[in-house]
T-cell receptor, first 112, second 111 residues
Framework: GNSVTQMEGPVTLSEEAFLTINCTYT??????LFWYVQYPGEGLQLLLK?????DKGSNKGFEATYRKETTSFHLEKGSVQVSDSAVYFCALSDQTGNQFYFGTGTSLTVIP | DTAVSQTPKYLVTQMGNDKSIKCEQN?????MYWYKQDSKKFLKIMFSYNNKELIINETVPNRFSPKSPDKAHLNLHINSLELGDSAVYFC??????????FGSGTRLTVV
């Protein structure tokens, strides 16, 4: 079956530190992969996505590369800001696009 | 111009009451969902509708009943509310290629 595993949090970083949040997946066929961000008190927003192997999704300084050989989609940012403090969810969409599988979320706190 | 809107944003109610949460999307998406997010931020899918037809119905108490009058609306009715129903409920919609668009959530508190 399909599933997503992401690193557990919480993660606390100082401003300007490098961020990696690991995400691996199990899927049949050719899934699409996503990162969503949830800021405090808000709903989930799409951060970036990749629809096929070796695609790199990027947005707001975040990026993630769809690695089929390692079944991974790790989220990275070179220099985090306080405003990046949020919960980050890795997700995959099966080939039909009708069902999503979310990871458990990783809480990030960036301190000045 | 909100893409997925759900109301109310906050709902405080007593145990045993019946309440509804409404959701509307103006994106023209065919599929809509209800998710429950617990206090640890874990997201659990509850229901999924495609063009008003129920396609996913996870293990959810039958006190929860979704209703989709048309493909732009998916409402959630909850009977006999219990303390354990307290959570944030998110509505979402999707097209097969584009990922999900979420509403801003309804924080339900049962007292």
């Amino acid at each position: 079956g399909n599933s997503v595993t992401q690193m557990e949090g919480p993660v606390t970083l100082s401003e300007e530190a490098f961020l990696t949040i690991n995400c691996t997946y199990t899927a049949t066929g050719y899934p699409s992969l996503f990162w969503y961000v949830q800021y405090p008190g808000e709903g989930l927003q799409l951060l970036l996505k990749a629809t096929k192997a070796d695609d790199k999704g990027s947005n707001k300084g975040f990026e993630a590369t769809y690695r089929k050989e390692t079944t991974s989609f790790h989220l990275e940012k070179g220099s985090v800001q306080v405003s990046d403090s949020a919960v980050y969810f890795c997700a995959l969409s099966d080939q039909t696009g009708n069902q999503f599988y979310f990871g458990t979320g990783t809480s990030l706190t960036v301190i000045p | 111009d909100t893409a997925v809107s759900q109301t109310p944003k906050y709902l405080v109610t007593q145990m045993g009451n019946d309440k509804s949460i409404k959701c509307e999307q103006n994106l023209g998406h065919d599929t809509m969902y209800w998710y429950k997010q617990d206090s640890k931020k874990f997201l659990k899918i509850m229901f999924s509708y495609n063009n008003k037809e129920l396609i996913i119905n996870e293990t959810v108490p039958n006190r929860f009943s979704p209703k989709s009058p048309d493909k732009a609306h998916l409402n959630l009715h909850i009977n006999s509310l219990e303390l354990g129903d307290s959570a944030v409920y998110f509505c979402a919609s999707s097209q097969p290629t584009g990922g999900y668009t979420f509403g801003s959530g309804t924080r339900l508190t049962v007292v």
